[in-house]
């Protein structure tokens, strides 16, 4: 683990044992993991080894930031850049996982934690213990919500419609029922950024009618024009990146609700031009 064993001294000792053959198999392997950590001493202890590896040792090295490895390592390693698993992906590893241990599960609860993972399977192992651990033995939606502080999307459906409606009293009443749960206002922002997605693809692409995430927006897509659902998520992506500068995060996740109200286009009829019904003259 370099992120533990940084230091030039566990590089040293780590290759002392290389030049051995191994005393079963081909080859000995080594893993380094986050091997972005180790000190600039220790990339240069390694790097001769990695110059002129023996031939019956293998070296992988992982990381999660691999700019932060001297061109020289990278230069003499072969790079596999590992793809993030799809929420169906990780959601079906949990339920195998569950259904083997014999943990109750609803699914509701798995697609949360394989929502949260971003991707990775050991974060969501991680998270899936968590919440037998805070379930008590079991997984249930509303639990692991509670958990990982996730909001009703019922909250960011209405504050959507009430948008809709340009009825701003009711937006911020919305806000007033949130605030009481004293949420994260960076995920609500989140959550309001994938609802205006998932609103935008029904409009212009249509499908998903077997999907709950996009049946949740279903009954609000037709109040919005195309053009509304583009400048609200350019809106709310722009106040997820300034919160974190407010110094409190509710006035800023309000002030990018009143930026929506403010700032919604007026489309305005436009009378088609008459055409001249004057023939063009000619001159001789």
Do not use: W
């Not at 050991?122 to 909001?151: C, T």
């Not at 909250?155 to 007033?176: I, T």
């Amino acid at each position: 683990d370099a992120a533990s064993r940084t230091k030039v001294d566990d590089t040293r000792e780590l290759l002392d044992n290389v030049q051995y053959a191994p005393s079963r198999g081909r080859f000995k392997v080594y893993l380094i993991d986050e091997v972005h950590m180790l000190s600039n001493h220790s990339f240069n202890a390694l790097l001769k080894t990695l110059e002129e590896p023996p031939p019956h040792v293998k070296f992988l090295l992982a990381t999660t930031d691999p700019q932060k490895l001297p061109v020289t390592v990278l230069s003499r390693c072969l790079q596999f850049n590992l793809k993030r698993f799809t929420v169906a992906q990780i959601q079906t590893q949990l339920e195998k996982i569950c259904t083997a241990e014999g943990i109750p599960f609803d699914a509701a609860g798995l697609k949360a934690i394989a929502r949260a993972a971003a991707g990775s399977m050991r974060d969501g192992l991680s998270l899936l213990d968590q919440s037998i651990a805070f379930g008590a033995g079991k997984i249930e939606g509303p639990l692991v919500a509670a958990m990982l502080g996730s909001i009703d999307r019922g909250y960011v459906v209405r504050l959507l419609a009430a948008l809709a409606k340009q009825d701003g009293a009711a937006m911020l009443a919305e806000v007033d029922k949130l605030d009481e749960s004293a949420p994260d206002y960076g995920a609500v922002l989140d959550e309001l950024l994938e609802a205006l997605q998932r609103v935008a693809i029904l409009q212009l692409v249509g499908g998903h009618s077997d999907d709950e995430d996009f049946a949740a927006v279903a009954p609000i897509v037709e109040q919005f024009s195309p053009e509304d659902a583009q400048l609200f998520y350019q809106i709310a992506l722009h106040g997820r990146r300034d919160l974190p500068v407010c110094r409190e995060p509710r006035m800023g996740f309000e002030m990018t609700l009143l930026r929506m109200l403010a700032f919604r286009p007026a489309i305005e009829e436009v009378p088609p031009q008459r055409a001249s019904a004057a023939a063009p003259t000619s001159t001789a």
